[in-house]
């Protein structure tokens, strides 16, 4: 297998320019072969989602992202050769990649990897400003420093991605909330762990006050039947997302993504026994993609299916 870097890119293609408020962060675009799964029709903002399923050994081109890069690896185990620059003088490293290996790639940082087998992996793409917003608080720093990080393994990341992979599979019933707060989840975490700034401990115990929590539930009804962001939520309490998230469960009990699902199911039950529209109808005019996600958390929450509850 090959000790060097070859495929290169050239630097006018490495840097590229990129509209941070429109493209979402990914690989695709630079990776040959293809993912077998991606977010990339989903409509996230901060975070991207791709799962490879590579049938053979190959290598990457060199590349340069404007986004931290997470590869996580699954299944099998692989020899895997990687480079990147400003880690162990630029010199190519050599090691073994078992079942939840994963590597940290920070942004523009020249990096290529080779791998001698078949693999199965993910890759997780965060975009600086969601590291940005949280680092104010977390770290007191505005700017962010995320060295890059030899292969390790970390579970909570290995999770996050898995619950992403799973609610891409099943048509994104969660919708753009829950990508948010995950994505906002694993900034924290990659704050906390892995960034080169000394961690400053925040404490905010409290819940939002009785009038940004009326505001906020206020917000929600209103536009339930609409696709709604965290960041969105966030501002109206006057919060980052990473705390609105913490004072919102504080004062409700639910993270925000399960406190709309609840309402939506509730707005199901008045309409479904209205009976002036059909099923299907109901889960778009709740704020469903589907029927079948409302048919799935409907019962969840219920116990029983819509169908039922409308008959009954």
Partial sequence: MSQSPSNSQSDSEQNQPHDDSVSPPGYSEQIPIPPTLTSNEAGWSSVSFEYYNHLVAGETPKLCFDHYAIGVTLGQGFQLDWQIEEFARGRVQR???????MSLIPVNHVNWGAWNQPFQGFSLSLKPAILTRNAAELLAVDQVEVPPQKPFYDPLIIQIGLALKADLESQRPGG???AETMATALAVHILQNYSAHTHKSVHYLG???PTHLKLVKDYINDHLDQEL???ELAAIAQLSTYHFCRSFKRSTSFTPHQYVIRQRVERAKLLLKDRKMGIAEVAIACGFTHQSHLHRHFKCLTGVTPKFFSNS
């Fill in 229 to 231: 962001s965290l960041e």
């Fill in 176 to 178: 753009r909330l829950y």
């Fill in 207 to 209: 819940g939002l006050s």
């Fill in 95 to 101: 090691q073994m990649l078992f079942h939840g290996g």
